[in-house]
């Protein structure tokens, strides 16, 4: 399941499955609710931001976003969607997380990174940049810091962080002291990998839940290589 809040609203969203809102009293289907229109998607991943919800179809080909203020709402209004079948650079691929940034829609494909300008006005918006070679392995290691997104690649942990000065998207290897250990824990994995960050704490965690490990990585600075000290629970 991936849990958004959103507009008083709390809404669940699972692979194939009709997903479900809760309001402080009631819990329901969505297009059980007055306010639904359209057809609500049924993939894993969906985020709220730039005033509306945006979420996945289960064959994690398409995004749809709903109307303005109204995630319950997917077919009037400003709602829409993108096949980004036509989008991925380097032939086709499929959506495994969703994330805001600086202003950006930012897209992990398994193998490349899509960047959306413009995600207030989806009917507006375009692509402004694309990153290939680079994906991401596991939905719930995305973590947004702030200043910076978080996620696990298949090259390690990696740090996104755009410069909108330079108009470039620099990439930070922080696992690159453990990452042959991380990475074969992590391919061997057979239960969804989690991930969390402590703004307070400025730390990255990484939990490996079939191999019982847990990567603690220090977020307060980088070494001179550009990675982060690592600590293995």
Sequence with gaps: WKGVTFNGYFFLFQDSTDPIYYDGTTCDLVENSGLYSGTVPQGN??????GRL???????????WS??????????GSAGSINLNKVWADQSDEIVALASHNGYLV????????????????????LADTIVGVGCLARDSVQNTGQDLIF???????????V???????MRDISKNVRTD??????????????AYSEDEAFYLLTLP?????????MRGSLQDGSHRATLW
């Design 210 to 218: 079939t191999s019982n490990a847990v990567y603690c990585f220090d």
């Design 182 to 195: 991380l990475m074969t824990l992590a391919l061997s994995q057979g239960l969804p990998i989690k991930s």
């Design 45 to 50: 991943e969906v985020i709220a931001a730039f």
């Design 67 to 76: 109307d303005l203020l109204n995630g319950f709402s997917w077919n009037t």
């Design 107 to 126: 897209i992990f494909g398994k193998r490349q990174i899509l960047v959306y300008s413009g995600p207030q006005d989806p009917a507006t918006m375009q």
């Design 54 to 64: 945006w979420a996945v179809d289960a064959n994690k080909r398409v995004i749809y």
């Design 152 to 162: 696990l690649a298949d090259s390690g942990v990696r740090s996104f962080n755009r």
């Design 164 to 170: 909108i000065q330079e108009k470039s998207l620099p």
